[in-house]
């Protein structure tokens, strides 16, 4: 596009740029006239209408190139660095009408998804996740990295559901051996906790019968003349209390 910009004579471009809203017709006609005689022009449409370029200019080299690096960044553990790497390698990779490339898509997702799991991202690793999944659901990996996610969230039956169909689907010797070890350990997890919860709400059912419910918060905006605009709330509120909670913002 930025060719095509500089290929746009100055004095045209000044009028477009400077013209009113009544000016439009006129210098909007000139531009077109101007492109549709210029050879660049249909080269750039032709780009832009490509299914291999689509866009935002795909480039499945750029993209294979871009992995390479955010590969090397995540075995140096440079999780950052390796983070925009391949986010940077998913803007770039085409997607196939056919589909024929859904599994080094689905890759990227999964190896973007590790490295926010590295970084303590659960939720954004959880959304790559779930798309690699539907991307290729048939990859192992990207069922595997599901389940340990959803363990670190103690989700632990999710966990355990994701590593049964990764397990299922890894065809590895090494990888099978993995994803066992992986299962045998939250299996424990989902044990104790249950253990512990059933103890724990016994002790408590004996200890008091009945528990009464915490009452809503209630908010309301106020202003004062010294502290300006804020929230309080007419009736106490218990310590520990949740007041308030936001969605985090994610750019993927």
Same mark, same amino acid.
């Given at each position: 596009?930025e060719?095509?910009?500089?290929?746009?004579?100055?004095?045209?471009r000044r009028?477009?740029?400077?013209?009113?809203a !009544?000016?439009?017709p *006129?210098?909007t006609?000139?531009?077109?006239a101007f492109?549709?005689?210029l050879?660049?022009?249909?080269?750039?449409i032709g780009? #832009?209408?490509?299914p291999?370029l689509?866009?935002?200019?795909?480039?499945? /080299?750029?993209?294979?190139?871009l992995k390479?690096?955010g590969?090397?960044c995540? *075995?140096?553990?440079?999780?950052?660095q390796?983070?925009g790497?391949?986010?940077q390698?998913?803007?770039y990779?085409?997607? @196939?009408?056919? /589909?024929?490339?859904?599994?080094l898509?689905?890759t990227?997702y999964? $190896?973007? !998804?590790?490295?926010?799991? +590295? #970084?303590?991202?659960l939720?954004?690793c959880?959304?790559?996740?779930?798309r690699?999944? @539907?991307v290729?659901p048939?990859?192992?990996?990207?069922?595997?990295r599901r389940?340990?996610?959803n363990?670190s969230?103690?989700?632990?039956? @999710? *966990?355990?559901h994701?590593?049964?169909?990764a397990l299922?689907m890894?065809?590895?010797s090494?990888g +099978?051996s993995n994803?066992?070890?992986?299962?045998?350990?939250i299996?424990?997890? =989902?044990q $104790?906790? $249950?253990?512990?919860g059933?103890?724990?709400s016994n002790c408590?059912n004996?200890?008091?019968p =009945?528990?009464?419910?915490?009452p809503?918060?209630?908010?309301?905006?106020? @202003?004062?003349?010294?502290? /300006?605009?804020?929230?309080?709330?007419p $009736?106490?509120?218990s310590?520990?209390s949740?007041?308030?909670a936001e969605?985090p913002?994610?750019?993927?």
């Amino acid at each position: 596009m930025e060719r095509l910009k500089s290929a746009v004579p100055a004095e045209l471009r000044r009028a477009v740029g400077e013209g009113t809203a !009544a000016d439009l017709p *006129s210098t909007t006609s000139r531009l077109l006239a101007f492109l549709e005689a210029l050879p660049l022009f249909r080269q750039v449409i032709g780009e #832009l209408t490509d299914p291999e370029l689509a866009l935002c200019r795909k480039d499945k /080299g750029r993209a294979a190139e871009l992995k390479g690096k955010g590969n090397a960044c995540f *075995s140096k553990r440079e999780f950052e660095q390796a983070l925009g790497f391949y986010s940077q390698a998913l803007r770039y990779f085409p997607i @196939s009408p056919d /589909g024929t490339d859904a599994s080094l898509i689905a890759t990227l997702y999964v $190896n973007r !998804a590790s490295t926010m799991h +590295k #970084l303590g991202l659960l939720e954004e690793c959880l959304q790559d996740c779930d798309r690699a999944i @539907s991307v290729s659901p048939n990859y192992a990996k990207a069922w595997y990295r599901r389940g340990m996610v959803n363990a670190s969230f103690r989700n632990y039956s @999710s *966990s355990i559901h994701d590593l049964e169909v990764a397990l299922s689907m890894e065809v590895t010797s090494s990888g +099978k051996s993995n994803i066992e070890q992986e299962l045998k350990l939250i299996l424990q997890k =989902h044990q $104790n906790v $249950n253990e512990v919860g059933t103890s724990s709400s016994n002790c408590i059912n004996a200890d008091m019968p =009945h528990t009464e419910q915490q009452p809503k918060v209630i908010l309301e905006c106020t @202003s004062t003349p010294n502290k /300006g605009r804020g929230m309080t709330s007419p $009736n106490d509120i218990s310590p520990a209390s949740l007041i308030h909670a936001e969605d985090p913002l994610a750019v993927v």
